[in-house]
């Protein structure tokens, strides 16, 4: 059973492009968290979702940020119009139904020049 | 908004020496996790806790609930348990977790 794999791992962009990330949860796993680690900063919650659905986005930012899990493929968190204060290693985990253990990816380390 | 604190927030030590980091929350919990992240690495989870004692080979992490504190505990430490001890709490379900800062450890030879 693979665990939980994320592409790319890293990522450049320059300001104003798009970047796309992406999230493929343990196999049976149907719940997924984003998580950004700022430089020098803890891990902070950004969006938990589960298939087709936004739980609970309370911390992505309001603008330019948005995830999604569908029926099929992995899950996206997608950042339009990057801005440097997007560089950043973003994580995602899965948990299974009913489960509280997340399992975590690799991360995808973002930088924005 | 549960807070949680790590200490101590850097620690080095020589090898073989026994590890104590400490993780008090602010409200209580479902769960506590413990996480590991190497230099440029990702993340491992070491234990989820809910009550009681877990041991791992050399790592053991308790909890105390009616204190909101949680230890994790390297006996006999080595070089490669160099890294960052994360400590994560949710607050029930399957919910996003809220995060200490890290306590980075070196351990020297």
């Known amino acids: 059973n693979a665990g939980v794999m994320q592409n790319p791992r890293h990522l450049v962009r320059r300001r104003g492009q798009e970047a796309r990330l992406r999230c493929s949860p343990m196999?049976?796993?149907?719940?997924v968290y984003w998580y950004r680690q700022l430089p020098e900063e803890g891990l902070k919650f950004m969006v938990y979702?589960?298939?087709?659905?936004?739980?609970?986005e309370s911390g992505m930012p309001k603008e330019r940020f948005s995830a999604e899990f569908p029926k099929e493929g992995p899950s996206i968190l997608r950042i339009q119009q990057v801005v440097r204060g997007d560089s950043a290693a973003y994580f995602c985990?899965?948990?299974?139904?009913?489960?509280?253990?997340?399992?975590f990816g690799p991360g995808t380390r973002l930088l924005v020049l | 908004k549960n807070e949680v604190e790590q200490s101590p927030q850097n620690l080095t030590a020589q090898e073989g020496e026994f590890i104590t980091i400490n993780c008090s929350y602010s409200?209580?919990?479902?769960?506590l996790h413990w996480l590991q992240q190497h230099p440029g690495g990702g993340i491992v989870s070491l234990f989820m806790?809910?009550?009681g004692k877990k041991k791992h080979g050399r790592l053991i992490a308790t909890i105390n609930i009616q204190e909101k504190h949680s230890s994790l505990h390297i006996t006999a430490s080595h070089p490669r348990d160099s890294a960052v001890y994360i400590c994560?709490?949710?607050?029930?379900?399957?919910?996003?977790?809220?995060f200490g800062k890290g306590t980075h450890l070196i351990i020297q030879p």
């Open positions: 985990a899965s948990s299974p139904p009913g489960g509280v253990t997340q399992y």
């Open positions: 196999k049976g796993h149907s719940h």
């Open positions: 979702l589960q298939k087709e659905n936004i739980i609970d």
């Open positions: 409200v209580g919990i479902s769960a």
């Open positions: 806790l809910s009550s």
């Open positions: 994560a709490v949710g607050g029930g379900g399957a919910d996003g977790l809220t």
